[in-house]
């Protein structure tokens, strides 16, 4: 049986979504009842980081433990390929020691080089291109708010990122509409743009006005303007950034019922004010906790064949 990764939602397929997402919804059931389930008892995680993260890493490692097993974080710093061994040749004694790994990286060619490599299940646990484990666990927030995520329109405000593309993954995937508003020059990658906009049959929008992406929009989520990695990049991206601010003014321009999103980590007073992110629309702090309920059906979806409920 070939080995599955978790590497981007492209090419996923609805129905294996939606069975995530249904087991993420039973796993937070047992969890919140207090029912221990342990199916991954004797399975390691490894989870390597290049970047730094709060909640990929207490998602992940939390949620192996949870499902009866035990994370490893492996810091680049720390281990050998820090040091110049091969991604290849760590991914091959990896496989030999390990049951699924976690990578956070810059190139997603480094976590598909790997995967390759591995004859484990490989996880993205964010790469400057994709985060696919952050709009899976989104995703599941907004089935949970409103029932369903089909037809609703989603407005992603701000920057083309990783995030934005994974956003796009999920819209040629899945029945909701995506309208982006992003400022010239700070466009999502052009091909994965372009392939979701053909594949999702007009659900896709790409707009340079916030208050023309928010129109009728049930969800309005953003990002940082300056991710991980683009530091340097913060006080040029603040100005270019400015009229992209998810502030009370564009919130109210949106449906009646809409939620404001955030993956965080946020910076309050640039991409989302204050009151907008502690406001009554806010599920920021439910969509930081699903991270862990996704997490662990990721896991068990991984590792499955092995485990039964
Ligand atoms: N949203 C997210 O991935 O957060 P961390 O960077 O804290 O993992
Ligand atoms: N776009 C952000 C997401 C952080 C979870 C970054 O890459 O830093």
Not at 154 to 182: E, H, K, Q, R, T
Not at 233 to 250: D, G, I, P, T
């Amino acid at each position: 049986m070939k080995k599955k990764d978790f590497l981007t939602l492209y090419g996923l397929g609805k129905e294996d979504f939606d069975g995530i997402l249904d087991r993420a919804e039973r796993l937070k059931s047992l969890h919140r009842n207090g029912i221990s389930y342990r199916p991954l008892a004797g399975r390691t995680l490894g989870m390597i980081f290049d970047k730094p993260s709060t909640r990929t890493r207490l998602s992940f490692e939390v949620g192996m433990f949870q499902l009866g097993g035990i994370a490893l974080f492996l810091s680049r710093r720390d281990i050998q390929l820090g040091r110049g061994e091969t991604v290849g040749d760590t991914a091959k004694v990896m496989s030999r020691y390990l049951d699924v790994v976690m990578i956070r990286t810059f190139a997603q060619e480094l976590v598909e080089e790997f995967a390759r490599n591995a004859t484990i299940p490989i996880i993205n646990g964010l790469t400057d291109l994709l985060h696919p484990c952050q709009i899976a666990s989104d995703i599941f927030t907004i089935r949970e708010h409103f029932g369903s995520y089909e037809g609703i329109k989603i407005a992603y405000i701000g920057d083309g990122n990783n995030v934005a593309n994974s956003w796009l993954n999920a819209a040629a995937m899945l029945p909701f509409y995506l309208s982006l508003a992003c400022p010239e020059g700070y466009d999502p990658d052009r091909a994965i743009l372009d392939r979701a906009q053909r594949e999702s049959h007009g659900r896709v929008e790409l707009h340079r006005s916030p208050l023309d992406a928010v129109r009728g929009a049930r969800v309005i989520y953003t990002d940082v303007w300056a991710s991980m990695g683009q530091e340097s990049e913060r006080e040029e991206r603040a100005k270019v950034f400015q009229s992209y601010q998810v502030n009370e003014k564009l919130v109210q321009s949106a449906a009646e019922d809409a939620v404001v999103m955030h993956c965080l980590p946020a910076h309050r007073g640039e991409e989302i004010t204050d009151d907008v992110l502690d406001g009554r629309r806010s599920v920021v702090m439910e969509q930081a906790e699903n991270r862990l309920h996704v997490q662990k059906a990721i896991l068990e979806m991984l590792l499955e064949g092995e485990t039964s409920e």
